[in-house]
DNA sequence: AAGTGTTTTGCAACACCGTTGCAAATAAAT
DNA sequence: ATTTATTTGCAACGGTGTTGCAAAACACTT
């Protein structure tokens, strides 16, 4: 099931299939949410190098399956695109929430970032919306 | 003249004056714009230790002198708060421009961030707005 | 202005992060 | 099954951020 989904997957976006691919799509795909690098790198066990972790981030980031989100501590966290970004290009144009007591990022994929208006001469490129606080789940907790 | 405010600014703060603090308050007073270290570290020649300029820069967000701005390219920028954001407590709820011809980050002090609806649960505590694109000057050069 | 106590600085050392070149291993194509 | 192209792991390197500690600078008193 999950195993032919990335498959499927990398298929879909030209990639050949090998071990450590399959294993960092997988871990996307069970975590729905954001991974840094080194979340990447304790989830995978011993198994894999960090430079082929580098590696397939980066070509994952070209292909367009997966987005960066900046973050204020100094860690980008990747996460999954929903729909088709093919090619590097992104509209993945939602909110990014970062939880303060659990740590985690996820991607508030109904909530949009609203338009803005720049000054004049200003042009814009890309937005990035960065919400901190406290998660659903971690404020049930609290209850 | 800058000199001077500097040193009140050090002394509004009750931070001890001392020649590192008073260059790097400098660096920020003539920049207008966003610092990463590693630009301090540059501009502020050989004359300073990396750590010096490190404990600098924690001690002034602490003491609100300045505020962090996450980026994409893993290296935070600093930014001088205009108005008084004193022990800890930032208001600076403006967008944030990098601009990807000269690399600069600014701070548009007039355009507020957009306040936004989260889904039921989740508590906001810090937003941020990243826009990257064109900025005025580089812009003006094109044409 | 000098002495005293406190704060800040620079140095050394360290662990972590991200990148590159290259040879070996793996996947794809025939 | 063999060949070709791609990917991986290793080694090495430079950059980044942190900590402990001794020396230096600062603030405060007299």
Redesign the interface.
Known sequence: MIEKKVDDLLKKNHLSITGGRKRILELFLQQEGALSHSDIEKKAGEKFDRVTIYRTLQTFLEKGLIH?????D???RYALCKDDCSGGQHHDDH?H?IC?ACGNTVC?E??AV?S??????????????????????C??QDL
């Open positions: 960066s989100i900046p973050t204020s100094n860690s980008i909110v929430f303060n508030l109904h909530v609203p803005i208006e720049l000054p004049g001469g200003y042009v814009k490129e890309q937005v990035d919306m960065l919400i901190s606080g406290v998660c659903k789940s404020n049930h």
